[in-house]
């Protein structure tokens, strides 16, 4: 029953193409860690993933209104879409703050961090591509979920690790230092990671509605 014929399998190839804008944004964010000189060389690109990804999600949604009959529920579609596209524009946001910042040099496992994020958006492709024939691909999906799960729980640990070592820094650095440089680096460190840390987070919500179309119909 839910093994789709080609026709009908278009919005999951929107879903894919958007997952791998996910995907590409997260490359970039783990590429800026590494090397924030980058940042200029990569402007360009970095302001069109957000306009690409939306033309997407526009096609999705006009497909949908167009669509009497739709290979799962509608509103399943319509949340995913809005999920993905949300998953583009945080990582937007991480880019472009790090341009904004001058960030400089990352902290120690910021790196880490960045690369569960590319791993679990990397998950989530994978997952999408399957999803035509749910069926079929359940115990693959499934393992796609939870390796995104097992990504976004280790990024918690690293997270708060590197919270409280950036609070450990700025102080010794402000006895040495004076205060306001460490300050700055320290507000500048923690809003990144956070960024990092909402996106990883966020490809867990994804992933948990992918769990759901598949406990629905396969």
């Avoid at 060389?41 to 997407?56: F, V, W």
């Avoid at 949908?64 to 524009?89: C, K």
């Avoid at 979920?145 to 097992?150: E, N, R």
């Avoid at 919270?163 to 320290?186: N, P, Q, T």
Wanted: glycine residues 6%; proline residues 1%; negative net charge.
């Amino acid at each position: 029953m839910f093994n789709f014929s080609r026709k009908d399998t278009e919005f999951f190839d929107l879903f894919v193409e958007n997952a791998k804008f996910f995907h590409l944004g997260a490359v970039m964010l783990d590429s800026l860690i590494k090397d924030p000189n980058k940042s200029l060389e990569q402007i360009e690109e970095i302001l069109g993933l957000e306009s690409a990804a939306d033309e997407i999600n526009e096609k999705i949604i006009n497909k949908l209104n167009l669509s009497f009959i739709t290979p799962i529920d509608r509103e399943d579609i319509y949340a995913i879409a809005g999920e993905l596209a949300n998953g583009v524009d945080m990582l937007q946001g991480a880019l472009q703050r790090i341009i904004m910042y001058h960030a400089g040099h990352s902290t120690k496992r910021s790196p880490d961090l960045t690369k569960l994020l590319v791993d679990g958006t990397n998950e989530l492709v994978k997952a999408f591509k399957l999803l035509s024939d749910v069926k079929k691909n359940q115990r693959e999906i499934l393992d796609a979920v939870h390796k995104i799960s097992d990504y976004e729980s280790q990024g918690d640990l690293i997270y708060r690790a590197e919270i409280g070592i950036l609070f450990d820094d700025a102080a010794e650095a402000a006895r040495e230092h004076g205060a306001s440089r460490a300050v700055i680096h320290l507000i500048k460190w923690k809003d990144i990671l956070e960024d990092v840390e909402d996106a990883l987070d966020h490809t867990k919500k994804v992933s948990d509605m992918i769990r759901g179309v598949v406990m629905k119909y396969a």
